[in-house]
C-alpha cells in the first residue's frame, strides 16, 4: 500500500512540474523575425502601377496591376512586389518579393530618390541570389513611385500610383 501511494504521488509530483511548463513560457518569447521585419512594413505606402519585364528572345512581360509596397526607414528604406509574375508563362505568382537595404535621399519638397547596387532579393524569408537587383534607379514623386534595375538578367521597370 505504502508503495503504491508513492508511486502516485510521484506520478503527481511529475504532473503537476509537466503543468508548471505550460504555455506560459511561448509567450514570453520573441516573435520571430519575419515578423518583426513585416512590422516594419505596417507604414508602409502601397502603390498600383505597370511592370515591364524584359526577356531573352521572348516578347516584354508587361503586369499593368502590378503591386508594390515602399517603406521609408530611418536611412534605407524597403520595396515589396506583391503577387509579383515576371513571365506570362511563369507558372507560380509569388506572394511577396522584399527588397531590403536600398539607399535613399530626400529632398526638401519631400521627393525622394533611391538607388543600389547588387541588393539580394528575399522570397519567403530566403535570399534569392540568382536575381539579385543591379542598377537600380527610382524615385517617389507626390503619389506616384517608379523604378527600373536589372533582376539578375532581366531588365525590370516598374511605374505606380498610390493606392488609395
Do not use: H
Amino acid at each position: 500500500m505504502k508503495k503504491r501511494f508513492f508511486i502516485l504521488s510521484v506520478i503527481g509530483m511529475l504532473s503537476l512540474g509537466f503543468a508548471a511548463c505550460g504555455s506560459d513560457d511561448e509567450e514570453e518569447q520573441p516573435q520571430k523575425t519575419e515578423n518583426n521585419n513585416n512590422n516594419a512594413l505596417a507604414n508602409a505606402t502601397s502603390y498600383v502601377g505597370l511592370m515591364n519585364v524584359t526577356m531573352p528572345d521572348a516578347p516584354t512581360y508587361s503586369n499593368p496591376t502590378a503591386e508594390c509596397l515602399c517603406a521609408l526607414g530611418t536611412d534605407k528604406m524597403t520595396i515589396v512586389l506583391l503577387n509579383a509574375k515576371f513571365a506570362e508563362n511563369m507558372p507560380v505568382t509569388l506572394d511577396s518579393v522584399k527588397v531590403e537595404g536600398i539607399a535613399y535621399t530626400k529632398d526638401a519638397e519631400g521627393e525622394v530618390s533611391f538607388s543600389g547596387e547588387n541588393i539580394v532579393p528575399i522570397l519567403k524569408g530566403v535570399p534569392f541570389a540568382k536575381y539579385t537587383l543591379s542598377s537600380l534607379q527610382g524615385s517617389i514623386k507626390g503619389d506616384s513611385l517608379q523604378f527600373k534595375c536589372s533582376m539578375g538578367e532581366f531588365p525590370l521597370s516598374y511605374v505606380g500610383v498610390e493606392k488609395k
